[in-house]
């Protein structure tokens, strides 16, 4: 059994590393001796109890330390799992007592003349109502914390103690006091409510009379009710926890389990078996949830797992109180209108009808939250389920082209906002951005919400409010300045200014900001509570913030800045932190306004600091992908005290771009006619930075099939069929297919450009295949990323074969082919840009630079360098500045030593603004894309189109319907 309880609680403890484990005695101790000393026992009157219970106790712990043994076999180093009475002390802001209550549990079943009776040899056993709790297996709790909450853990049920153990028990937790009971078993029968103590049930590991247990553990993406890959059902049976691997959405299951949960009602056996488990992995920005049935209602468990420029937005719970234990990271929260500050170890309480909100002030932060929602949860479920389902069925109707009733289904999506299952409101807000940037030219779906959020804003009720700020936050809704001037100038919640703050860098509407910060100045000249003093302190910062981060404009952000630091109020969040918070907020989305960073201006705005160089701390604030990086810069800038110095210089260096825009027609018309052609996963280089054209768990690959039957010719045929122009293959290694050099020649005339991204290893094998085809218009992208050998060993992943891909770029090049290459920058390569161009002058080639798409983990040298340093770097290389650029088609070129060097300019949807987690990613949108299984997608992140070569054009037609809706943007 030791094997089985570590194989089931090392998974569980893998999701939930705090949880701790009280284990009973009913799976280990049942020998004859025990139950002839507790005959004995029985047969005693209770003051013949009271007088003996230390005597017999001992008698009976020889037994009790072979059951220590075996906890300590399943536990290993770790005390959360324990059998004695004690205070468990490692959780500060809480206490946690655990009982043993299994000194004396295990009565036998005793027949008329007082002998046990046996079974087939195995001993009956009649749990009820015959447990005794030892008075000194209580603990000394004089020390407890009064001023914490206690919870009390044990294994079994008070209903299962004698009368006066009952009442002995009953009489220390009211002296805690305590209000939660955890303890192994509660069944039907059993009231879950003693005289004020709530009982919570917890399913047993093994199998036993009570108790056949089942859990299952999913991934969920935060705001989404999506399952993620992986659900894995662990269920006793034959002695042994199995584990299954199912990858389908997890749906089935959750019926399973209830139908699980009826069918043990109807047996009166426990109802805390076949509970649902849903802890979340492998995510840097996500959150999950363990729930439990006890009691007509549920236990919560949350895992949240938040990046530093994340905040939990404003809510209240109204029939449940919270606890959130800090597991890591540092955090700032608000309960009602009190300020906490709490590192890992930590406990917040949150009780019901008070707002609460978290703020991480570390990268990264994880917390677990517990609450216990009461009433009837069983409705609570089917309402969530129902409601989820019913957005479904909703979404698609919608995609099935009912357009003669999409404003009805909108009216009833939009219902769907105002749920107060906040499950049920992210489903339905995903759902309406989908289908408001895909397919509501008419702008129905804004014109109710924007109803929506003018109502809530009218409204006096502050939940209210929050609600119409965050609507129009999420839908990009228009607030009129006088509106968001109104908020910020009202001093009854401090979180009026932080919401209006993400609405103002997500839609940027017109607002005066001197004309703000003088109304701010005339309420700081007023007598104001302490409340309306907070309030007023992050009103102040913030506006000033948003002027610098949108404006570019840091008129009043240095008077504000010493002001604040200066006289530092208690209570509030430090200045400092309130302007990392939002840095990181704005540069996690920074593409949205269309900002750009003048380099060379903030190199020259930047102060010299010891420790810390320029390049390193704009690399590190350019690193969209990476708010470690992000985090770790500008914590260092604050260690330093220069954080205001560099936040005002990197602003302040800002410009907004308005040129170059995409001339929207004749852009969609060379995306629709754009295919890339993913021909095989196969390689013979492993490039430390390649995302196997999305083949990788957070991409499209999970999606994608293999397919040895695909045939290159056939499918070339229908691109022909289907008006693509443009044409690339990929792979893996395109150049690794049998005959693709002869295969492609044949449909040289079909296209304007048909050609290929090479790793350049294979040019040389295929001379005498290319020889035959001299003259052929086919093209050759070659990835170049350095010129010196062990670089490039180290990128390919041991790659020996520089000589030979220069040999075939070459080759190329003297034999008129059209060549191009490609090179990926990184900081581990940004130094070899120079002789990359060199390189490509010499052959007179033109050469494309391209930004790192980070997926995984990489080794810290290959940290990601923006478009906007290489193209810096170019600058200062070649004397050049912003006017020698121009735009050819979705690419910034240049002119330099006689050959055109290009970086993209990537071309963005609404679609990509609104739904896409990755946005602004490094592929943008340039065409489809079609993998040797024949699935189509547009993108990454976009949906997947399957069915076989049989369904590509129907699938393609889906593509360009959608590309019609979307609205492009660089």
């Known amino acids: 059994m030791v094997q089985q309880a570590e194989k089931l609680i090392s998974e569980i403890k893998k999701f939930c590393p705090h949880i701790i484990f009280c284990i009973g005695n009913h799976d280990y101790v049942r020998d004859d001796a025990r139950f002839t000393l507790l005959k004995d026992w029985e047969q005693k009157s209770l003051d013949e109890k009271i007088k003996q219970q230390e005597n017999y106790a001992s008698k009976l712990r020889p037994d009790f330390e072979k059951f220590e043994k075996f906890c300590k076999g399943v536990a290993g180093q770790d005390n959360s799992i324990t059998t004695k009475s004690y205070i468990y002390d490692k959780v500060s802001g809480i206490n946690i007592v655990v009982l043993n209550t299994s000194t004396f549990a295990g009565q036998p079943v005793l027949d008329e003349k007082g002998n046990i009776i046996k079974n087939d040899g195995i001993v009956e056993v009649n749990d009820q109502g015959k447990m005794w709790m030892c008075v000194h297996d209580f603990p000394d709790v004089s020390n407890l914390d009064s001023r914490n909450p206690t919870i009390v853990i044990g294994h ?18 009211k002296n805690l006091p305590a209000k939660y009971y955890f303890c192994g078993h509660i069944h039907k029968k059993e009231d879950r409510e003693i005289e004020g103590i709530t ?36 269920s006793f049976s034959d002695g042994e926890w199995n584990k299954n691997t199912n990858k389908d959405s997890g749906a089935k299951n ?33 959150d999950g949830a363990v729930r439990i049935p006890y009691n007509g209602g549920i236990f919560n468990l949350y895992l949240s797992k938040s990046a530093g420029m994340d905040m939990v937005v404003p809510h209240m719970h109204k029939d449940m109180d919270e606890v959130t234990y800090v597991v890591k990271g540092n955090i700032y929260g608000y309960i009602g209108k009190q300020y906490i500050e709490a590192s890992a170890g930590a406990v917040i309480l949150m009780p019901k009808g008070e707002f609460h909100s978290f703020i991480p002030n570390e990268y990264p932060c994880e917390l677990i939250t517990m609450g216990v929602e009461t009433g009837n949860y069983r409705k609570y479920e089917a309402q969530w389920n129902e409601e989820i389902e019913q957005i479904e069925r909703l979404n698609q109707e919608l995609a099935d082209g009912e357009g003669e009733k999409a404003g009805a289904i909108y009216d009833e999506l939009v ?36 109803r929506i959020v003018i109502e809530s804003l009218k409204s006096s009720n502050t939940e209210r409010k929050l609600f119409g700020i965050n609507m129009a936050y999420e839908f990009r809704i228009s607030i009129v300045a006088k509106v968001i001037h109104s908020l910020m100038t009202d001093l009854n919640h401090f979180m009026y200014a932080w919401n209006c703050a993400y609405y103002l860098i997500g839609v940027r509407p017109n607002i005066d900001y001197d004309n703000l910060y003088n109304k701010l100045l005339e309420l700081d000249s007023k007598e104001l509570s302490e409340h309306q003093k907070i309030s007023l302190y992050y009103d102040k910062i913030i506006i000033v913030l948003m002027q610098l981060i949108i404006k570019h404009n840091s008129r009043h952000f240095d008077a504000v800045y010493e002001q604040e630091k200066n006289r530092l109020q208690s209570g509030v969040i430090p200045i400092d932190d309130i302007i990392i918070h939002f840095v990181l907020w704005y540069t996690s989305f920074n593409k949205l306004g269309g900002d750009v960073l003048n380099y060379e201006e903030a190199v020259r705005q930047l102060p010299e600091i010891e420790g810390l160089k320029k390049d390193d701390i704009l690399r590190g604030m350019l690193s969209f992908n990476n708010s470690k990086e992000r985090f770790k810069v500008l914590k260092a800038c604050k260690e330093k005290g220069v954080l205001a110095e560099i936040v005002k210089a990197y602003f302040g260096s800002m410009r907004i771009e308005q040129e170059n825009k995409p001339e929207e027609n004749s852009t969609k018309e060379n995306v629709k006619k754009y295919l890339r052609i993913i021909i095989s996963e196969k390689c013979n280089l492993n490039c430390l930075y390649c995302h196997h054209e999305g083949r990788i768990d957070s991409l499209i690959g999970s999606s994608i099939k293999s397919n040895p039957e695909f045939k290159l010719e056939e499918f070339l045929e229908q691109a022909r069929k289907n008006g693509f122009s443009k044409i690339k293959i990929s792979g893996g290694e395109p150049l690794l297919y049998p005959n693709i050099i002869e295969i492609c020649n044949k449909f040289q005339k079909d296209f304007e450009d048909i050609g290929f991204t090479t790793n350049g290893t294979q040019i040389t094998r295929l001379k005498s295949e290319l020889d035959k085809i001299k003259g052929s218009s086919l093209s050759f992208n070659v990835t170049l990323n350095t010129c010196n050998s062990e670089k490039y060993k180290v990128i390919t992943g041991g790659g ?34 120079e002789h990359l161009v060199a390189y490509a002058a010499r052959l007179k080639i033109n050469i494309k630079f391209l930004d ?28 050049v500045n912003d006017d020698d650029f121009y735009l050819q088609k979705d690419y910034l070129c240049m002119k330099a030593m006689g050959i055109e060097i290009m970086i993209p300019k990537r071309i963005y949807s609404s679609d990509c603004i609104y739904n896409c987690e990755m946005y602004p990613c490094a592929e943008g949108i340039f065409g489809m894309r079609v993998y040797e299984d024949y699935s189509c997608a547009r993108c990454f992140n976009g949906e997947v189109f399957g069915g076989g070569l049989e369904k590509f054009s129907e699938n393609v037609d889906k593509i360009r319907r959608e590309l019609d809706l979307m609205k492009f943007s660089f």
């Open 415 to 450: 219902k769907y906002l105002e749920s107060t299952i906040l499950e049920v409101r992210w489903k339905a807000i995903d759902v309406l951005k989908k289908h408001r940037s895909r397919e509501d030219e008419d702008g129905y779906i804004e014109a109710i919400v924007k």
């Open 254 to 286: 959750e019926r399973n389990q209830s139908e699980l949960y009826q069918k043990e009602k109807e047996t009166d056996v426990d109802d805390t078996k076949g509970q649902i488990v849903f802890p979340v992995t492998d995510t840097s920005i996500s």
């Open 852 to 879: 790192l798409f980070p997926v995984g983990k990489l080794p810290n040298e290959f940290q990601h360098v923006s478009i906007v340093e290489i193209k810096n770097r170019l600058k200062q290389l070649y004397g």
């Open 800 to 833: 020996e074969c520089l000589e030979d891909v220069k040999a075939g770029i070459e080759y190329l090049v003297s034999n008129k082919f059209q060549v191009k290459l490609n090179s990926v920058i990184t900081k581990y390569n940004i130094e070899d840009i």
């Open 156 to 173: 079994h049920p008070l209903q299962m103690f004698e009368k006066y153990s009952r009442e002995k028990t009953l009489e220390f937790l």
């Open 199 to 234: 009982q919570l049930a917890s399913a047993g590991l093994f199998k036993d009379g009570y108790n056949i247990p089942t859990v299952t553990l999913y991934q969920i993406k935060k705001n989404q009710n999506e399952h993620i890959d992986i659900v894995d059902i662990y």
